[in-house]
């Protein structure tokens, strides 16, 4: 594996459009991209981040969202 496709938390927040807050967040729960430590530091697989992408549901509108609609 090449380190140079290892993203950090910054790179993860550009790509996805999320804080690094909500990403912190996301992994302290237990969800959100897999990840994995080299030494101290968090990093991101970009395969692991594709498949991941590929796995969220996809939505033809805004109103489709799989849930139960409630007025």
């Given at each position: ?13 550009q ?7 909500s ?8 969800g ?16 692991d ?12 509108s805004?109103s489709d ?7």
């Amino acid at each position: 594996m090449e380190l140079n496709n290892l993203l950090d938390e910054r790179d993860l927040s550009q790509v996805l459009g999320r804080a690094v807050s909500s990403i912190q967040k996301d992994r302290l729960r237990g969800g959100g991209v897999p990840f994995i430590r080299v030494g101290r530091q968090i990093r991101y697989r970009r395969s692991d981040l594709d498949q991941w992408l590929a796995a969220r549901p996809v939505h033809s509108s805004t109103s489709d969202t799989g849930g139960s609609v409630t007025s």
